[in-house]
């Protein structure tokens, strides 16, 4: 127990391989009964990108054609119109607080998509798009003016994008082609779409990656004074094309990425930014907007539309299933669009009052304005006491408990101590495909 600095990525629990088939499968209409509801968030997920990074694990294939970004949207409309029968149903009508568009790479879609996309978000779904905090994904080929336009156009606030790195050799190494240039581009037009919030998205601990690399990279992206930058770490999955050629943990690497890391947050820190969580920095002067990943991907009551998208209750969070081999991904996405009848819940996991604090804890203690006391000094008292004698752990004098700088620093390992035995059962049981 914390060994290692980089045991795995956390940023949701329980985490998608402790999910499985729901038996029976409830229908959303009983999910969602005695639910709040004054306040969801609402996520979709677009499957598509037009490269697959060598480090991307997420649910995603490449070389989507138009036929069947059609038929995607087809089923996400009917799914979204059961979703929204299955809420009218079992109580008083939602309010969507903050909503999200993710993947894969939305802007994948052309601007006809993309708007169909959104009609389908705010005709059939409800969502009140420019009136509440709206975060799209983009990539830097695809964030193009006429797709960039259609987004500001129906609210976006925020754009993240996922640039990696300026350095046009460690994109290569991160199986990544892109130019910078090209990045240049992309950033200059989303300035000029005039999104409020622009994030960029760097990674530390790619091969060949230097401390004065890594640096040229955080200095240029601080030339379009991006009101957040989200600073991650490599991390090679298996069935990922860098997993495929065997480029795996070792002890220098990890050395290695906690100097990039603490490099990266010290320059960032120096240059008006201050620090959220292990990934997230914000701008001092940037303005409030809610919708990034460590807000709206860890909210209780959120609908999730699209394979690939989760979807949380207070007792059960529910999604499609899950893959990452091309093949697999393929397939699901092939009996997702083929799908009919969306009213029931098809995999997932059921919280019970244990797992639902530990939860709560993970979600509080992995930001850097921690969490407070309440009864998890007695809960998880053997492990929060590891972490106070690491120095990872302090005690504010308002009483509330956080991570230290190192602490932060350790976040993906400190995570994973809060697991249950359950939930790490089912996800050592789980056979990724």
């Not at 809420?87 to 607080?97: E, I, V």
């Not at 939305?106 to 993309?114: G, K, V």
Request: charged letters at 25%; proline letters at 5%; hydrophobic letters at 40%.
């Amino acid at each position: 127990m914390l060994d290692r600095p980089y045991e795995a990525y956390v940023y949701a629990y329980p985490h998608k391989t402790a999910y499985r088939p729901l038996a029976p499968k409830p229908l959303l209409s009983d999910v969602w009964r005695g639910e709040s509801r004054d306040a969801l968030s609402f996520y979709t997920h677009v499957p598509f990108c037009e490269v697959r990074c060598g480090f991307c694990n997420l649910f995603t294939r490449t070389g989507a054609p138009a036929s069947l970004t059609e038929a995607y949207l087809d089923a996400l409309e009917r799914q979204a119109t059961a979703a929204r029968a299955a809420l009218d149903d079992s109580g008083p009508a939602p309010r969507f607080a903050n909503a999200a568009i993710g993947g894969g790479t939305p802007t994948y879609l052309s601007p006809d998509e993309l708007t169909r996309l959104f009609d389908i978000a705010e005709k059939v779904m409800g969502v009140g798009l420019g009136t509440i905090p709206l975060s799209v994904e983009a990539s830097p080929a695809t964030a193009t003016p006429d797709r960039l336009a259609v987004l500001a156009e129906r609210g976006t606030t925020r754009l993240s994008l996922g640039v990696q790195s300026f350095d046009d050799v460690e994109a290569r190494s991160a199986v990544r082609p892109q130019k910078a240039a090209d990045v240049f581009a992309a950033l200059d037009a989303v300035r000029d779409a005039a999104i409020p919030v622009l994030n960029v998205d760097l990674i530390y601990g790619i091969d060949g990656q230097t401390r004065e690399s890594w640096q040229a990279s955080l200095r240029t992206a601080l030339r379009w004074t991006p009101e957040e930058i989200y600073l991650y770490p490599l991390y090679v999955r298996p069935l990922t094309g860098l997993g495929r050629l065997s480029l795996g943990h070792d002890t220098e690497w990890d050395a290695q990425r906690l100097d990039l890391y603490r490099h990266g947050r010290d320059l960032l820190l120096e240059n008006g930014y201050e620090q959220v969580s292990m990934r997230m920095f914000r701008r001092l002067d940037a303005p409030a907007v809610e919708g990034g990943e460590d807000y709206a991907c860890q909210t209780d009551g959120m609908i999730g539309l699209g394979c690939g998208a989760r979807s949380y209750t207070a007792s059960l969070h529910y999604s499609f299933d899950y893959a990452v081999s091309a093949s697999e991904v393929r397939g699901i996405i092939d009996e997702y669009v083929a799908t009919g009848d969306f009213s029931r819940a098809e995999v997932g996991y059921r919280l019970d009052e244990d797992e639902r604090a530990r939860r709560i804890l993970i979600q509080s203690l992995l930001q850097a304005d921690g969490m407070e006391r309440g009864d998890a000094a007695e809960r998880f008292g053997a492990e929060l006491a590891l972490l106070s004698d690491r120095g990872f752990l302090a005690s504010l004098p308002d009483g509330r408990l956080r991570l230290t700088d190192e602490g932060l620093a350790w976040s993906d390992s400190v995570g994973p101590m809060f697991f249950s035995e359950p939930v790490r059962a089912a996800m050592r049981a789980y056979e990724l495909r």
